[in-house]
Every structure is written in C-alpha cells, then in structure tokens.
C-alpha cells in the first residue's frame, strides 16, 4: 500500500511534464505564428453589404470565388474613408499601388490535394471553417515550421470521414490528383 503511493509521485510528475511538452512546449516550437498583412473585420463588413455572398461567391462555372480581390474593395475604399490604422494601410499599400494583398489562406491545402467548393455547398461554412463572421479579428495563423502547412488546415481523416459518413468513395484518386 505505501510503496504504491510513493511510486505515484514521480509517475504524476513524469505524466504532468509530458502534457506540459506536448501541449505546450511542442506546439509552440513547430509552430511559427504570422500576421496578415492588416486586420480585416468581417462583422464591421457585413454590416456594410449583407451576407457573405457579396464577396465569397460561385462563379457560373461553379468555380469558387475565394477572396475579393482588390479592385471590389476599392468601390468603398478608393481613399481612407475611416480613420482606422488598418484601413490607411491597405489604401496606402494595396489600393494606391494597385497591388493584391497577400492574404494568409488558414485552410490552405498541400497542392497534391484537390478540393472544390461547390461539390460540398450544402454544409454550412463553419463545418469546415471558423466562424468568422461574427468576429472583428481573424484567428492567429500559425504555419508549421517543418511542413510549411497552416495549422488550420483540415486533416486527411477528416474528409474521409464525412465522405464515409455520407458514402463518397474515399479513393486515393477522388481527393490526390
Ligand atoms: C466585404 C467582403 C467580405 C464578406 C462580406 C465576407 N468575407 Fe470572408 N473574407 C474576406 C477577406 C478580405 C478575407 C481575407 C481576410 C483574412 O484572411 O484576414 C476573407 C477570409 C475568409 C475566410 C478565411 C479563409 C481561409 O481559409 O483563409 C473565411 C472562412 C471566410 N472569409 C468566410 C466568410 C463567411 C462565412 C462570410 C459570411 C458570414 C464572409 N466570409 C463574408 C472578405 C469578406
Ligand atoms: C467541406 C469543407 C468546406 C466548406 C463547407 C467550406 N469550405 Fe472554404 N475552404 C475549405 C478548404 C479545404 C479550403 C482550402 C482550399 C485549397 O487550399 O485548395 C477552403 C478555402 C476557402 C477560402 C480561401 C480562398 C480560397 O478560395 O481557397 C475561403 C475565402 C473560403 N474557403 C470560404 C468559404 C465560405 C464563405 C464557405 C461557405 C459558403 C466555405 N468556405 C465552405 C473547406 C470548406
Ligand atoms: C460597401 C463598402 C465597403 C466595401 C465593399 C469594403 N469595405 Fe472595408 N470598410 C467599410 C467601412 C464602412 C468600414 C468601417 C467599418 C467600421 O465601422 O469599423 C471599413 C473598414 C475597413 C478596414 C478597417 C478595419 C476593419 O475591417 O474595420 C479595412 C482594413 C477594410 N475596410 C478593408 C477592406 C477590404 C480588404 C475590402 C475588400 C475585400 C473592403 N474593405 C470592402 C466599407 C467597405
Ligand atoms: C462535411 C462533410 C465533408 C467534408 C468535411 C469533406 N467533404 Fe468532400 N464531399 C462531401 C460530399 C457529401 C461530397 C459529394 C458531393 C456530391 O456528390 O454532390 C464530397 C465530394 C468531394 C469530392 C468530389 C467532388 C467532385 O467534383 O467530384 C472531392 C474531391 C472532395 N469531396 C474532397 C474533399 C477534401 C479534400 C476534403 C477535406 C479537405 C473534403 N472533401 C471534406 C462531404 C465532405
Ligand atoms: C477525402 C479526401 C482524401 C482521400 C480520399 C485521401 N486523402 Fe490523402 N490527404 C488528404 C488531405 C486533405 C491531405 C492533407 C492534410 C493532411 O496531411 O492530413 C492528405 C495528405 C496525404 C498525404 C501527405 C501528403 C503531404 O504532402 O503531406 C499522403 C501521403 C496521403 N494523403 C496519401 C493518401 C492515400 C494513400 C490515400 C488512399 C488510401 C489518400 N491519401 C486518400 C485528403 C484525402
């Protein structure tokens, strides 16, 4: 009875460093957290045009628009029109000089990945994503220093088991091209 006791300490001690390492320290060693180039707040912007169509939208090709490119910013934004920080640096920088903005994709995939938008429109956009829409601030984006893949981006078992789930034949070919 007491030598199980006393055996319990440096095991407790072992187990806590281990969740302390794996949950803390590792992450953020292989893990390098970037800024996108300015904040922009999807709440304040949806105020402003409606719903998440008027920038996120399929083509009639079926082909997903992505993120807006400049251009459509610059209908409100061809000269600061705010007096906020984050605004003077995207006119100054991206408007003026004509320039796209170098956005960090969160869900980004390895190239060898081929997803579509429209074959999986029927689910709701924070199936996959976070829900942006309801936040000022976009999450931090952390890219993995030795795969150089976002820390959002969606894990192969993840799509395997929705498409089992709803019998889409899970292939090496349906999703590596
Ligand atoms: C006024 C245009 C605009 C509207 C409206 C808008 N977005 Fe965006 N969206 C953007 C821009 C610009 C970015 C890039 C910003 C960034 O990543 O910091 C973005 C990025 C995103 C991303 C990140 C994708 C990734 O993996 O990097 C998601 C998800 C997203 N939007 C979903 C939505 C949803 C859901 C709605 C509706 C609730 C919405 N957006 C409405 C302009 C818009
Ligand atoms: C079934 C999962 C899933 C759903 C549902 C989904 N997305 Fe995505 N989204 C992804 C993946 C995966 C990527 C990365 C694609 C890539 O890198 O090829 C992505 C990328 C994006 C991007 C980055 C730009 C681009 O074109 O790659 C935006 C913006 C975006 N999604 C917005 C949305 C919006 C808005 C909705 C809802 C209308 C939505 N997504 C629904 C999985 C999803
Ligand atoms: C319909 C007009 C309109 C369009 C289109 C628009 N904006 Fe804005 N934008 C505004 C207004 C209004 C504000 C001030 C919002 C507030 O009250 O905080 C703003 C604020 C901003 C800011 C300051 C930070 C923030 O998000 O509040 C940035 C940066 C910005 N916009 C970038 C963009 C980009 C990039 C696009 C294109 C994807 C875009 N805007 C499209 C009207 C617009
Ligand atoms: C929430 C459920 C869900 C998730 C998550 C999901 N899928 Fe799917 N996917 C589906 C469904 C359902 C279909 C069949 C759509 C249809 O046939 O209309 C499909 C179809 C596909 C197709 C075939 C599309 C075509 O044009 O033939 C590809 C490729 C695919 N998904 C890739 C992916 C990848 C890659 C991921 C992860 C990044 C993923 N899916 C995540 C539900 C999902
Ligand atoms: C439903 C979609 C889907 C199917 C089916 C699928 N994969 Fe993947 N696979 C992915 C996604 C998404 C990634 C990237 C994310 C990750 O690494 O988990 C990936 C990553 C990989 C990688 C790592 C590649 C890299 O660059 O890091 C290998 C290897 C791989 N898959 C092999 C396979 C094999 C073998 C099969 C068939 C038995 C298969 N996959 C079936 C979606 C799929």
Redesign the pocket.
Known sequence: MKQGSSSFKPFLFGFITALIIGWWIFPNIIFSKQEQPFNFSHKAHLNQVGD??A??YFREDGS????PDVESCASCHYDTITGIPDEKIFVKEYVKKNKEVP?K??????DN?????I???????????PDVGKSNHMPIYRENKLTGYSSY??KMYK?ER?HAQNHVSNACYVCHK
């Open positions: 998440c169509s920038c996120h997903f628009s992505g993120i956005w994709i969160y869900q980004k995939q390895p990945v081929y997803f579509s938008h074959a999986h429109q029927r689910f709701p956009c924070t199936t996959c994503h981006t969606m799509c929705c």
